[in-house]
């Protein structure tokens, strides 16, 4: 009789660590999941941010370019073709070439991608390589 109460012991206590396994098991398949998701969602926000940079790098190269032209067109004018220039013309050429356009990519959510935990294939956190400042990981 003991040890039948015996092994229903040992068989609730078989059931009751299986059960405590399983539930760490679909916590961590489930943080995967969401884990996984959640750099989808930002590979995502770096692919349309990285497309923003290229059209704005595409109109800040027209805007160069036209830049470049008014200051090789002042340049190469001669003392007669400034002269004859009117001084409201003249001005913002002169200004133009000490304050030319500037391109400033946006780049947060690609910092972000950055700044994120490394994941393996398997959608588990990798251990990270990379030092912060001070020595710590």
Request: net charge neutral.
């Amino acid at each position: 009789m003991k040890s039948h109460g015996g092994r229903r012991w040992v068989t609730e206590g078989f059931v009751i660590v299986a059960s405590i396994l399983l539930a760490f098991w679909i916590d961590a398949w489930w943080d995967g999941v969401q884990g996984g998701r959640q750099e989808a969602s930002l590979v995502e926000a770096v692919r349309e941010e990285l497309e923003a940079n290229r059209e704005s790098l595409r109109f800040f190269l027209t805007l160069g370019a036209a830049h470049l032209d008014r200051v090789d067109r002042f340049l190469r004018a001669g003392p007669e073709q400034l002269q004859a220039m009117p001084t409201d013309s003249v001005h913002p050429m002169v200004e133009a070439m000490w304050l030319p356009p500037t391109f400033d990519a946006q780049i947060s959510a690609t910092t972000m991608f950055l700044d994120s935990p490394p994941r393996s294939t398997s959608g588990r956190l990798e251990p990270s390589t990379r030092r912060c400042p001070g020595g710590r990981r």
